[in-house]
T-cell receptor, first 114, second 112 residues
C-alpha cells in the first residue's frame, strides 16, 4: 500500500521568494511520484514526475523536485515565486500492486504576496 | 485536442435523486478513473477501469456505480444521492507510455 503526506495545508510566500512545498510518501514497491497543480475551478495539471531516471526532476513553470529515497521525500521547489504560481498543489504516488493506483496528498494551497 | 471531457460542470440534486456524471476521452487510453475532491482531503479514488468491460472499486466506492462499455466513455452513476456526496468530481485517463493522468475540468455537485 502507498500513502502521501503533504506538510502544511497552506503556504504563503512573497513574490520573488523561494517556494518549498513538502511531500513525504510511503510505498511497498518502487513508486512513481508526481506533482500536480490546480488553478481555481480547473482540473489538475501535471507539473512534473519522477520515474527513477534521475533524482532531480525539472517541471514546467520553473518548478523542480528532488527524490530522496532515504528520507522518502519528494519536495517541490521554485527559486523565485511569481503571482501566477498561486494555486493548490498536490503530491501523488503511483505504484503497481497488481494494478496501478494513484494516491493523492491532501494538497497545499500556495499564496503569493506582492 | 479535447482530452478528457466531463459533463455537466455544475449540478444540484435533491436527496434521493439519481443522476449520471459523464466522462469521455479521445486519447484511446485504457485506464480511466473517477475521483472526488473534498476540502483538506485531496482526491480520493471512487472507481477505476483498466479497459472496456473491466471496472473495480477505489477507496470510496459506496453510493456510486460505474460501467465501461467503450474505451472512450466512463460514466459515474449516483443511484440515490445523499448530502455526503456533495463534492467536486474529477474524471481522469492515464497514458500507459508516460504513466501520466489527464484530468477533466470537474463536475461540482451539490446534494440538498
Amino acid at each position: 500500500a502507498q500513502s502521501v503526506t503533504q506538510l502544511g495545508s497552506h503556504v504563503s510566500v512573497s513574490e520573488g521568494a523561494l517556494v518549498l512545498l513538502r511531500c513525504n510518501y510511503s510505498s511497498s514497491v518502487p513508486p512513481y511520484l508526481f506533482w500536480y497543480v490546480q488553478y481555481p475551478n480547473q482540473g489538475l495539471q501535471l507539473l512534473l514526475k519522477y520515474t527513477s531516471a534521475a533524482t532531480l526532476v525539472k517541471g514546467i513553470n520553473g518548478f523542480e523536485a528532488e527524490f530522496k529515497k532515504s528520507e522518502t521525500s519528494f519536495h517541490l521547489t521554485k527559486p523565485s515565486a511569481h503571482m501566477s504560481d498561486a494555486a493548490e498543489y498536490f503530491c501523488a504516488v503511483t505504484a503497481y500492486t497488481g494494478g496501478f493506483k494513484t494516491i493523492f496528498g491532501a494538497g497545499t494551497r500556495l499564496f503569493v504576496k506582492a | 485536442n479535447a482530452g478528457v471531457t466531463q459533463t455537466p460542470k455544475f449540478q444540484v440534486l435533491k436527496t434521493g435523486q439519481s443522476m449520471t456524471l459523464q466522462c469521455a476521452q479521445d486519447m484511446n487510453h485504457e485506464y480511466m478513473s473517477w475521483y472526488r475532491q473534498d476540502p483538506g482531503m485531496g482526491l480520493r479514488l471512487i472507481h477505476y477501469s483498466v479497459g472496456a468491460g473491466i471496472t473495480d472499486q477505489g477507496e470510496v466506492p459506496n453510493g456510486y456505480n460505474v460501467s465501461r462499455s467503450t474505451t472512450e466513455d466512463f460514466p459515474l452513476r449516483l443511484l440515490s444521492a445523499a448530502p455526503s456526496q456533495t463534492s467536486v468530481y474529477f474524471c481522469a485517463s492515464r497514458s500507459p507510455e508516460r504513466n501520466i493522468q489527464y484530468f477533466g475540468a470537474g463536475t461540482r455537485l451539490s446534494v440538498l
